[in-house]
């Protein structure tokens, strides 16, 4: 049986629809607190189970009868007053799953960590898998709770653990649009005139998917691998997706100074009135930051695959986006 912690998250529930067409696989798809859709309840070969991730008992029950894991769950926030439970939360979450991966001798493990473990100390040169963590400004919380949470498994790995690690990049593809990276669909079409000047890597949602699986079945162990498709503008991903939708893409350069004003300004309304910030002072950093990341590697284990390209992606979510609207 496939275990999937995380399953009814953006990539979590992409991954359980792909497993579940696999027959005669089981899997077991974990949540937290979001209730699953009807759409995933109903999904062949997919149970569903509740589990706190933090009880380690709750693990270890979920564990039962499993062989393989993907590890999808995690907390993401850029807000201040998470920057340490964030990290505290999914260096914790993942020890005990590697735990009792470990106990339960699985036969394989994969994990989704983020390209934001590489660290950005040093943005002179594109990162690769052997760039290691220095700690710098353009780390936000989120990626140090990612880098220790991919110490566990490399610890874990170091006590016998069979496993492999993915670094994606930026994952772009239908979803919720209100929520993560599908909802920049929003900003493109209200035709939000302002760009930054940040780039960072990015990659398709179906393709890290299909790197999860390709990689639980392959031999290789004890390795990381950058997912993305390219480097690209923040300004070129919200031009493409504004003219999938047919609507007017950014054309105003907005300088540091600019987003560091709108950010205190959703900081202050979240303070004053309870509104949900939409930028915070992190997202504004990372946004005008300029990362480079180099994907050979898994093209060069895995030569046969290429990856979706960034237009046809948001072609795709362009058409859902629309279908949602009508």
Same mark, same amino acid.
């Given at each position: ?11 979590? !529930? #992409? ?5 579940? !067409? ?10 937290? $607190? ?15 189970? !509740? &589990? ?11 564990? !039962? ?6 590890? &999808? ?11 340490? %439970?964030?990290?505290? #939360? ?7 799953? /590697? ?11 994969? #994990? ?11 943005? $002179?040169?594109?990162? *690769? ?43 772009? +593809? ?23 000047? +940040?780039?960072?890597?990015? /990659? ?16 290789? &162990? ?52 309870? %509104?949900?910030?939409?930028? *915070? ?15 050979? %590697? ?29």
């Amino acid at each position: 049986m496939i275990l999937i912690t995380g399953a009814s998250g953006f990539l979590g !529930q #992409h991954l359980v629809k792909s497993l579940s !067409q696999l027959e005669p696989v089981a899997v077991r798809a974990l949540y937290h $607190s979001t209730l699953p859709s009807q759409e995933l309840l109903q999904l062949p070969n997919t149970s569903w189970m !509740q &589990c706190d991730l933090l009880d380690v008992f709750a693990v270890e029950e979920a564990f !039962q009868d499993i062989n393989e894991v993907y590890h &999808c769950a995690g907390m993401v926030s850029f807000e201040s007053e998470d920057k340490y %439970k964030v990290q505290i #939360h999914n260096r914790n979450i993942t020890a005990n799953v /590697v735990n009792a991966a470990l106990v339960a001798n699985i036969r394989k493990l994969i #994990h989704v960590s983020s390209i934001a473990t590489l660290g950005r100390g040093n943005l $002179s040169i594109p990162l *690769t898998e052997d760039s290691f963590w220095e700690e710098s400004k353009n780390n936000t919380a989120y990626a140090r709770s990612k880098y220790l949470a991919e110490m566990e498994v490399w610890r874990a790995m170091a006590e016998g653990l069979n496993a492999a690690i993915i670094n994606p990049s930026i994952i772009l +593809g239908t979803g919720d649009w209100t929520e993560g990276s599908a909802k920049l669909m929003n900003f493109a079409f209200k035709e939000f005139p302002f760009y930054t000047q +940040g780039i960072n890597g990015w /990659v398709a949602v179906q393709d890290v998917v299909n790197a999860m699986q390709i990689l639980m079945k392959s031999d290789v &162990c004890e390795e990381r691998f950058i997912l993305s498709e390219g480097n690209h503008s923040y300004r070129h991903i919200f031009t493409t997706m504004a003219n999938a939708l047919g609507k007017k893409p950014p054309h105003i350069a907005a300088p540091y100074w600019a987003t560091s004003i709108l950010w205190r300004w959703n900081w202050l309304l979240k303070k004053t009135i309870g %509104k949900r910030a939409t930028i *915070t002072k992190e997202t504004t950093r990372t946004a005008n930051t300029q990362c480079y990341y180099d994907n050979s %590697k898994f093209l060069n284990h895995f030569p046969n695959y290429s990856f979706t390209t960034m237009e046809d992606t948001i072609q795709e979510m362009a058409k859902a986006y629309l279908r949602s609207k009508n």
